[in-house]
């Protein structure tokens, strides 16, 4: 998700077995709530490259992801 702040509701949602990512959030602040992730190298991810970033992670759960947050680098 890359785009205005707050501009969309990520909101029970289910992904599975993405090749790289569940969910990339960029150069924003987005909140995601009541999600699954299943599957995949990276759960999830925060890139900020122009702007500064925040993602929350609220009641997410994130499954079977290949790396954990403090061993991927970009």
Request: hydrophobic share 45%.
């Amino acid at each position: 998700m890359f785009g205005e702040s707050g501009c969309c509701i990520v909101d029970y949602n289910k992904l599975k077995d993405n090749r790289f990512f569940g969910i990339v959030i960029g150069d924003s602040e987005h909140i995601v709530s009541n999600s699954k992730i299943f599957g995949g190298q990276v759960g999830a991810a925060a890139a900020a490259t122009i702007a500064n970033n925040t993602a929350i992670l609220d009641q997410v759960k994130i499954v079977g992801a290949e790396y954990l947050f403090n061993r991927f680098r970009l």
